[in-house]
C-alpha cells in the first residue's frame, strides 16, 4: 500500500537557519507533490507544487526539490522566522482522485 | 469569496446519536474531500467525490456516509455516533482542472468541525 512519511514528528531551529524538512513515499509514482502549511486550529493552507519533470521550485523563501529516483522530496525553509513555526504536510499526488497526506512536521523557529 | 465553508465548528455527541457535517464550496470544484485528523496525527482521507451524483471511499470510510447532489454541497453523515470518532473534521476540495501549471490540483480547505463523542 502507498505509504508517506516526514522526516520527524517535531524540529526546532534556531531563527534565521535553515530548515529542511523531509517527505519520502513508498508504492507511489507520484506527478507532482504538494507541501502544506497548517497552523494550530486551522485548516492547512497550499504552499507549494513541484510536478514530476521539475527538480527545484521557489517562493520567496521557501525552496522545494523533488527527486524521483530517491521517491523524496526536500522542503527548504531559508532565514526561517518565529512566524514559520507551523505544522508542514506533504502530498504526492496525480493519477488518482484521492488525495493522501503525510502524518507532517511540526516545526518550532526559537528566537 | 468564501471558499469552503464548514458548519457546526463545534459539536458533541453522545454515542449513538446521528448528525450531518454541513460543507459547501463557491469556488465551482468538482472534486471535494473530507479528512479527519485525531490529536498529533495527520490526515486521513473518509470519502471524496469527483462530481455531483459521484461518491467513493477513503482510507477509512466506515461509519460515515455521504451524498453530493450538487457541485456546491458534500455534506458527510455520522450515523450512530462513537467515541473513535472524536476528531477534527476537515471539508476540502479542487478544481481537478488540467493546467500547464497544475494549479487545478491545489486543495482548498475549510476551517475544520471540531466533534466531540461522549
Known amino acids: 500500500s502507498q505509504k508517506i512519511e516526514q522526516n520527524s514528528e517535531a524540529l526546532n531551529i534556531q531563527e534565521g537557519k535553515t530548515a529542511t524538512l523531509t517527505c519520502n513515499y513508498t508504492n507511489y509514482s507520484p506527478a507532482y507533490l504538494q507541501w502544506y502549511r497548517q497552523d494550530p486550529g486551522r485548516g492547512p493552507v497550499f504552499l507549494l507544487l513541484i510536478r514530476e519533470n521539475e527538480k527545484e521550485k521557489r517562493k520567496e523563501r521557501l525552496k522545494v526539490t523533488f527527486d524521483t529516483t530517491l521517491k523524496q522530496s526536500l522542503f527548504h525553509i531559508t532565514a526561517s522566522q518565529p512566524a514559520d513555526s507551523a505544522t508542514y504536510l506533504c502530498a504526492p499526488g496525480g493519477g488518482a482522485n484521492n488525495l493522501f497526506f503525510g502524518t507532517g512536521t511540526r516545526l518550532t523557529v526559537i528566537p | 469569496n468564501a471558499g469552503v465553508t464548514q458548519t457546526p465548528k463545534f459539536r458533541i455527541l453522545k454515542i449513538g446519536q446521528s448528525m450531518t457535517l454541513q460543507c459547501t464550496q463557491d469556488m465551482n470544484h468538482n472534486y471535494m474531500y473530507w479528512y479527519r485528523q485525531d490529536p498529533g496525527m495527520g490526515l486521513k482521507l473518509i470519502y471524496y467525490s469527483v462530481g455531483a451524483g459521484i461518491t467513493d471511499k477513503g482510507e477509512v470510510p466506515n461509519g460515515y456516509n455521504v451524498s453530493r447532489s450538487t457541485t456546491e454541497d458534500f455534506p458527510l453523515r455520522l450515523e450512530l455516533a462513537a467515541p473513535s470518532q472524536t476528531s477534527v473534521y476537515f471539508c476540502?476540495?479542487?478544481?481537478?482542472?488540467?493546467?500547464?501549471?497544475?494549479?487545478?490540483?491545489?486543495?482548498?480547505f475549510g476551517e475544520g468541525s471540531w466533534l466531540t463523542v461522549v
Open positions: 476540502a476540495s479542487r478544481t481537478g482542472i488540467r493546467d500547464k501549471e497544475s494549479r487545478g490540483n491545489t486543495i482548498y
